[in-house]
């Protein structure tokens, strides 16, 4: 396998200095994505794993499912950018045909002034997805309670850009300038979580309060298998009055790979083998979580729900490097290799292995409110739920963000067998969304499709978003 000379955001600012050229995050299930990400008090079954457990015992008594691979897995992807749309990525780094041949565009000055506004205030890129392998539930009743068990694997890529590095790409370095890639921070993740889950009633300590008061717990064990992160990055290039450039590099950067893949550092000799990849990577690293969540129905039109979700975290040992960088240096002349190269040094990190990091998981609180409409006004063609959610991460993991972030859901059934549901979302890392999925539950077998952007779905090359999600379940 190919040297993995530089980590990711490294890899981007030195390929600048020669070229002109170069994450609550994501979807869940297919029901709650097309409500706009709303799931705290609306997830049901195997879809309350992960969310709030203590939706584990909404469920009938007597009652098992499970969701697998057939008819198709539960899947969501999503990817895009918040500063640039498709189509403006097309234009600026796609290149255009002469002659019958593509090629780089050459970029006018109109071109390089939009340009340099899309990114006037940075921008963040994300990309990932998730997969479930195999899930199931099942509820004995109030008393004995409700059991659950996942496998899930998780991929995310988020890229933080600077303004600074288009500015230094398009301008150069003219004498005064400067240029700092303070903010630019490169997240990558990709691991497994097995999730084993319980739930059970204690309406009976509330004196009749409630009509239904759950409390549920999950503990996931997790396999960590490639790991990239920055830490820190406030490094600055500057150009003096005689053109040389004083360059300060403040830089620390992690990452670990699972031995299976073949990654080799540049700074490691050590022969690691080819890459081989298969369904059960060595870990690179292993973790521990836990979700504790409650749940009360009112009465059977108001639920209420609380979770806090992923405390914990993951302690990668396995081909751990460290890129750290925390000196200046004056170049006179940039022609010189031994000079480049230690600009290079400078702006990256001296790489070298460590014993072990540390990463925490994905904290964040949630909460939740729904009302059955139809139950409320009486007649109503079919059933509605509307539901509204609050998530509040406790740090930037990917799949995460300390931006607050709101969500308003709802399910429309005409027909039991035909759901339509649709719901907005604010905040967080996501911003605003409109999303719209639909189904067909056949009683034992239940189908969805949703888009959590369905907006950016009709705007084509004009959305700079885009993420859908699917999946299945049977129920007994």
Do not use: C
């Amino acid at each position: 396998m190919k040297k993995l000379k530089l980590i990711l955001a490294v890899l981007l600012f030195t390929s600048i200095l020669s070229a002109q050229s170069g994450g609550s995050v994501g979807v869940t299930d297919a029901i709650s994505s097309s409500m706009g990400n709303t799931y705290i008090t609306n997830s049901t079954g195997v879809y309350s794993i992960g969310k709030n457990p203590a939706n584990l015992m909404f469920s009938e008594d007597n009652h098992f499912e499970f969701a697998t691979v057939l008819p198709f897995p539960n899947f969501g992807v999503y990817a895009g950018a918040d500063f640039m749309t498709f189509e403006e990525f097309n234009y600026y780094f796609g290149g255009e045909e002469v002659n019958g041949e593509v090629q780089g565009r050459y970029l006018t000055d109109e071109d390089k002034t939009n340009l340099k506004n899309l990114f006037e205030e940075g921008g963040i890129t994300t990309i990932g997805a998730s997969i479930n392998y195999f899930s199931f539930m099942y509820k004995a009743d109030k008393d004995i309670g409700a059991f659950g068990f996942s496998i899930s694997d998780n991929f995310g890529f988020s890229f933080d850009f600077p303004a600074g590095i288009v500015d230094l790409a398009l301008e150069g370095n003219p004498i005064g300038s400067v240029y700092s890639f303070d903010g630019a921070h490169v997240r990558a993740s990709y691991y497994r979580d097995y999730t084993l889950s319980y739930a059970r009633e204690f309406t009976d300590l509330f004196d009749g309060t409630f009509e239904m008061f759950s409390v549920g717990l999950s503990m996931k064990i997790i396999q960590g298998f490639a790991y990239i992160e920055t830490e820190r990055m406030n490094s600055s290039i500057e150009t003096g009055p005689n053109s040389q450039l004083i360059t300060k590099g403040d830089v620390l950067i992690h990452s670990a790979f699972s031995s299976d893949f073949g990654v080799e550092y540049d700074f490691d000799s050590t022969d690691v083998g080819e890459s081989n990849v298969s369904p059960f990577p060595t870990p690179a690293g292993n973790g521990f979580g836990v979700d504790l969540g409650f749940a009360a129905k009112l009465d059977d039109i108001w639920t209420f729900g609380l979770a806090i979700t992923d405390i914990g975290s993951i302690n990668f040992t396995e081909r751990v490097a460290e890129y750290k960088s925390d000196k200046a240096l004056i170049l006179e002349d940039i022609s010189n290799q031994e000079e480049r190269d230690s600009l290079s040094e400078v702006l990256k990190g001296e790489g070298s292995l460590v014993d072990e990091v540390s990463s925490a998981l994905p904290t964040a609180l949630r909460m939740g409110a729904s009302a059955r409409i139809d139950k409320l006004v009486g007649q109503f063609p079919g059933t509605l739920l509307v539901a509204l959610d609050y998530n509040q991460g406790f740090n930037n993991k990917i799949r995460n963000s300390t931006t607050p972030r709101f969500s308003l859901g709802a399910e429309w059934r005409p027909f039991a067998s035909w759901p339509i549901r649709t719901g907005f979302s604010f905040g967080g890392r996501d911003g605003a969304a409109w999303s719209l999925g639909t189904g067909v539950d056949f009683g034992v077998l239940e189908m969805n499709i949703s888009a959590f952007r369905f907006g950016n779905l009709l705007a084509a090359n004009n959305a700079s978003k885009f993420s859908v999600a699917f999946g299945s379940r049977w129920k007994f």
